[in-house]
């Protein structure tokens, strides 16, 4: 799926180094993302996927090298403002219990960015609405279903207006009739510009929504090419062996 690519550089991450203790996670990774660019990263599990995401987010520290967003370079800015421009969406929702699903979108608005209420409530209710979930905002996360918490917490990052999108895994603890409709969303957004980068074990739809694979492997990023290429003509062995376990 070929989107209205840029030329501009979202971000630019550059010999990105991080070890847990002793271990190395990752290995010296460089990555440019383009201005509406949906980048799917796929890997076995272990390989340094999620933890990649987590630094560009500020949630992990970094031992070496340097994220860049629109040129500035983000490791030396406070995280609490990258992360009104870098939204991210885990795989347990993390949602606050004790707000409903209206207050658990409007928070970090109100608190974070000191929006005008009624401004950040009609954008929600928008958002809400787009996502089928308007009817459900009284409702308490516990009420929920996998899929509809999931779209709350998507609309939830949404609302901070970001410029990028991370993407952990969002469908892994979902009911397989509920992975269609999160990915669904995610299609909508993709289709409308929206930078993203997607960690994500749904080969079909890494497939049919990104403009390019990045393979890990090991903390290093082992291959990257456009999906028909991927998918079809890999060039290393270590992606055919990947490729080999699901049906194409």
């Not at 739809?205 to 403009?211: I, R, S, W, Y």
Request: positive net charge.
């Amino acid at each position: 799926m070929a989107h209205h690519l840029s030329n501009e550089v979202l971000l630019n991450i550059e010999n990105l180094t991080k070890k847990f203790g002793e271990t190395l996670i990752l290995d010296n990774i460089s990555l440019e993302i383009k201005k509406g660019e949906v980048c799917a990263i796929l890997g076995p599990s272990g390989c340094g996927k999620s933890t990649f995401l987590r630094c560009i987010n500020g949630l992990e520290n970094i031992n070496g090298g340097k994220i860049y967003f629109k040129g500035e370079d983000i490791t030396l800015v406070e995280w609490r403002k990258i992360r009104e421009k870098i939204g991210m969406v885990f795989q347990n929702y993390e949602l606050f219990p004790h707000l409903n699903v209206l207050e658990n979108v409007i928070l970090a608005p109100l608190k974070v960015q000191k929006r005008r209420k009624e401004t950040v409530v009609s954008e929600a209710l928008k958002l809400l609405k787009r996502v089928g979930l308007e009817q459900k905002r009284d409702f308490y996360p516990r009420t929920l279903s996998g899929g509809q918490k999931q779209r709350v917490a998507i609309v939830r990052s949404l609302c901070m207006n970001p410029e990028i999108m991370l993407f952990d895994e969002v469908t892994a603890s979902l009911d397989p009739e509920m992975v269609k409709e999160v990915l669904e969303v995610i299609r909508e957004l993709a289709k409308e510009g929206m930078t993203m980068i997607l960690v994500t074990h749904e080969m079909k739809f890494a497939q049919n929504v990104a403009d390019r694979i990045v393979f890990f492997d090991k903390g290093k990023i082992e291959e990257i090419a456009s999906p028909k290429e991927f998918f079809t003509n890999p060039k290393s062995e270590r992606v055919k062996r990947f490729l080999n376990i699901f049906e194409f």
